[in-house]
Each structure stands twice: as C-alpha cells, then as structure tokens.
C-alpha cells in the first residue's frame, strides 16, 4: 500500500523507539494496529457493497412481503405491465424550396413600409 520496504521500517520503529520511549511504544503500537486493521474492515465493506451493487444491476426490482413477514393469501402482488406502443404522429411534409426561398427572402429584406416594422424594446421618451 505504501511500498515500504523491511529497512524502513526498521528505521521507522528506531526512530518511535527514540521518540516515544520504551514504556509507550507497546500502546502506541497497539493503537496503530487497531486503527490499520478498522480501516481495513472499511475498506472490505465498501468494496463488498460495490461489488453486490454491480453485481446485481442486471436483475429486475422484485416486489413481495417484508422480510421476516410470512406470505399469505392476501399479500398483493404486482401484475406485469405490458409495453405501449407511442402513439404514431405522421410525418409533416417539408416546406417546398419556393417557401423556403421566400422565407430568406424576407429575412433579409428591409420592411417596405415603417409601420410593419417591428416594435421597439426601448421605452418611448417622456
């Protein structure tokens, strides 16, 4: 995890051996353990969670009775629910190249008379 070698280590416990002393380096050791070994369980459970996640993606959600609660007669069950098809529109003709010229046409061209001009967003002066 850390890529530390047998040397390191050695180097790392001298160095705790000096700091700590010989009377607190057991608890501190032991206290370095236990923190290792919870991250490890984390660790494991997160990646068994994810496993079970993606292992499970492929199965439909099933509906039934709580767990622990036995079924009965009465338990209701989810009838299947058949596809529909989408309602067919029919297709809309394209405009004929007459319309279309006509259109740019007129994008283009500057209004013959002012009054079709179109309105201005600017408030009129007071």
């Not at 991250?39 to 039934?64: H, I, W």
């Not at 299947?80 to 067919?88: G, W, Y």
């Amino acid at each position: 995890m850390f890529n530390v070698g047998g040397a390191e280590v050695f180097v790392i416990l001298l160095v705790a051996l000096v700091v700590l002393g010989p009377d607190k380096l057991p608890g501190a050791m032991r206290s370095v353990g236990n923190v290792v070994g919870e991250m490890r369980k984390l660790s494991n459970g997160f990646q068994s969670e994810m496993r079970n996640a993606m292992n499970n993606t492929d199965r439909p959600p099933t509906v039934g009775p709580i767990v622990g609660e036995q079924p009965t007669d009465q338990t209701p069950t989810v009838p299947p629910v058949a596809p529909t098809p989408p309602a067919s529109t029919p297709p809309e003709a394209p405009p004929s190249p007459t319309v279309l010229r006509q259109a740019n046409e007129s994008m283009f061209r500057p209004p013959a008379d002012p009054a079709d001009q179109r309105p201005s967003l600017e408030r009129p002066p007071e």
